[in-house]
């Protein structure tokens, strides 16, 4: 009896704790339901109830997970023992990072803004706020039922991520270069946006994780191993990442290629398989949200027109008549007087949506509209197809007033560091890193286009693909590099002929 309670102790700790997190998180949901008038009954009680379900299932897997890893790493030396080690250093720079900040805050006030918005949608049960962060922050509560349970949860997920990066690298390439990855603590954006829990925080990190994944299972052909456990995990966290963000849409392409080149096997059948199933999380993930999804609004139209029309090269006598139909929906002087006095700096907020923002003195959007949603949005696209080129410059300019700044947030030298590795990579004829650098290059193109404001956050996904990619180049350089330039000396050097020759330097 006591020998098979040992061999089911991972069972029974994530049981208790599993139900100790069910009372606390049930407790949280029945002090602040209905508290907040935040997507209150948007949906219906039955689906409120659904989502509910899933959040807790999702938590008790990640609990018994969770669980089962910590108990194989404390009690054999096994690849868990040094996912944990490795993760050590992140989760202390990003823990003190965090201890920092809400010091300073009040318990239950260290949320606000958007944070806010998706932690009260998490407690009236609707799901779709930023698509699935609220879900996110709802499964959060039940493995750490308290009000900073996504940023706790975070916080580990980010650091067993990234130690599971350093122990792939470390793996494959058995080269004590892969712990130069712990230098991407040091940068700024990587501790604060790992603290912070908005959606492209999230977002980042698991793109980061599922590329590195899927990179050296291909490498090292992990799919004669992978399960159907782990196919179903990738096409979800695939599937996944293409509909968090809008930008993520190419995954539907770029992702799909990738899951078949690491776990297609050759086979065919595998294949049909693997599209399959992808197929049918697309469906299943996007349908919930094509229905209940919170609209954005006209946030990113909003944008184009206001930095267009702050283009010089823009010719307004050519859109005359779409300009007239848009002046009945945006007040165009105040638009000017906003491009006038802010310059570069005017992309970087979208504050022209405020209403309350110096006194309506930027507000930019009539209160009687006076034309349809289809007559605005014929005169929004045929704004952009008579005047391309400042239409181009102006995003072009969006993106550049993301990336001026002079310190660790410069996004110029990583889309030039993309591109290098990209180049890099069809030198060297990795076809998984060619995929990889393509995808994000279209990430930034689609990001730019889509942006309804300069913001860094958006390109952060970039930022640490660029990076630690980078240390990954130099440690395959540096290994493989000099492996094949070895074997290469080795192979002009062997007797060709009944003769040996001899290498000139």
């Known amino acids: 009896m006591i020998l098979r309670l040992k061999e089911k102790t991972d069972v029974l700790i994530a049981i208790a704790w599993y139900m ?5 998180g049930l407790r949280l949901l029945r002090k602040h339901y209905g508290q907040s008038d935040t997507y209150k009954d948007a949906i219906s009680k039955g689906q409120q109830y659904f989502w509910l379900g899933i959040a807790i299932i999702i938590a008790f897997i990640i609990i018994y997970a969770f669980t089962t890893f910590l108990l194989k790493a404390f009690s054999e030396d096994s690849k868990e023992r040094k996912i944990l080690t490795y993760m050590v250093p992140f989760l202390l720079m990003l823990l003190a990072y965090f201890v920092v900040t809400i010091v300073d805050n009040p318990y239950e006030a260290y949320y606000h803004g958007d944070e806010l918005l998706v932690l009260n949608s998490a407690f009236n049960l609707w799901p779709y706020f930023f698509v699935y962060l609220s879900e996110f922050y709802l499964v959060s509560i039940f493995i750490v039922p308290c009000w900073i349970a996504p940023t706790i949860v975070k916080v580990v997920l980010v650091s067993f ?4 990066i350093v122990y792939r690298v470390r793996r494959h390439y058995n080269s004590n270069l892969a712990y130069c990855i712990y230098l991407i603590c040091l940068l700024k954006p990587f501790y604060i946006l790992g603290v912070e829990v908005h959606r492209m925080q999230w977002y980042a990190f698991l793109y ?12 090292e052909k992990e799919s004669k191993k992978a399960t159907w456990i782990d196919n179903c995990i990738m096409i979800f966290l695939i599937a996944l990442l293409s509909v968090l963000r809008r930008e993520g849409i190419y995954l539907v392409l ?6 078949l080149m690491a776990y297609g096997k050759s086979n065919k059948k595998k294949m049909i398989k693997l599209a399959v199933g992808f197929i049918s999380a697309e469906v299943l993930i996007s349908i919930p949200i094509m229905f209940n999804g919170m609209s954005e609004g006209r946030m990113a139209q909003d944008a184009v027109v206001v930095h267009m029309l702050g283009e010089q090269s823009l010719d307004r006598n050519k859109v005359r008549d779409e300009l007239e139909v848009l002046g009945k929906v945006y007040d165009i002087e105040i638009i000017d007087r906003w491009n006038q006095d802010l310059g570069l700096a005017s992309f970087d907020t979208n504050n022209f949506d405020l209403i309350d923002w110096y006194d309506n003195y930027y507000y930019i959007e009539r209160d009687d509209l006076e034309v349809s949603e289809e007559e605005y949005r014929q005169a929004f696209y045929k704004l952009i197809i008579k005047q391309p080129i400042p239409y181009v410059k102006s995003r072009i300019r969006a993106f550049l007033a993301a ?8 996004l110029y030298l990583l889309l030039l560091l993309i591109i290098v590795e990209l180049i890099y990579s069809i030198a060297t004829d990795k076809k998984e890193w060619m995929i990889i650098f393509l995808g994000v290059l279209v990430h930034i193109g689609l990001t730019t286009v889509a942006m309804p404001a300069s913001f860094f956050k958006y390109f952060f996904q970039m930022y640490l693909v660029a990076y630690t990619f980078l240390i990954v180049m130099i440690v395959d350089y540096n290994v493989e590099g000099k492996r094949q330039l070895h074997y290469d000396c080795q192979f002009k050097s062997e007797p060709q002929n009944g003769r040996r020759t001899t290498l000139r330097t």
């Open 161 to 164: 991520l990234m130690g599971y």
């Open 254 to 259: 770029f992702g799909l290629i990738l899951l």
């Open 208 to 219: 980061l994780f599922v590329m590195v994944k899927l990179c050296f299972d291909i490498k």
């Open 20 to 24: 100790f997190s069910l009372i606390g």
């Open 403 to 410: 990336g001026r700044q002079v310190d660790s947030y410069n």
